[in-house]
């Protein structure tokens, strides 16, 4: 399975310790940056990141900034892309389970035992294909479209 990772400045060193984490459990991991605390605009990397995803080039994708709502905010601005931002792994889990998520938003000041957590339960979670859970998709999909 393809990850794919990216951050902003507030991110990075979270990134920087989930990528040997993800690659010690098998996980091909693409890095979409930030490459520094040098300050950025999440925007960037969160469109980015929504793109490959969208594209097919990775499988789920992990995005990082300060809060974890803004740079959700950008890749959900990308079609196809169902971003959570999530805070445990039950909303995970969740997130996986009711949507379909391809991407989580994190923050970065999660622990970092945290984070593993909710990566491991984001990327083991399969989706459940109950037909009210996809009608809902479904119909954000439609909107998409009208776009």
Excluded: W
Excluded at 33 to 38: A, E, L, N, R
Excluded at 97 to 115: C, G, H, P, Q
């Amino acid at each position: 399975m393809k990850i794919g990772i990216s951050c902003d400045h507030r991110g990075y060193l979270l990134k920087t310790k989930l990528i040997p984490y993800l690659q010690k459990k098998g996980y091909e991991v693409e890095d979409y940056g930030t490459d520094s605390t040098d300050s950025v605009d999440y925007p960037d990397f969160g469109i980015l990141l929504g793109e490959k995803v969208r594209d097919h080039e990775v499988d789920f994708g992990i995005a990082i900034c300060g809060s974890g709502i803004g740079i959700s905010i950008a890749c959900n601005k990308v079609k196809g892309v169902r971003c959570a931002k999530v805070n445990n792994t039950k909303e995970a889990r969740l997130c996986r389970i009711d949507n379909n998520a391809n991407v989580i938003a994190l923050n970065e000041k999660m622990f970092l035992f945290e984070a593993k957590d909710i990566i491991d339960t984001f990327l083991t979670t399969p989706y459940q294909e109950v037909e009210r859970f996809q009608r809902r998709i479904d119909k954000i999909t439609k909107y998409e479209r009208k776009k």
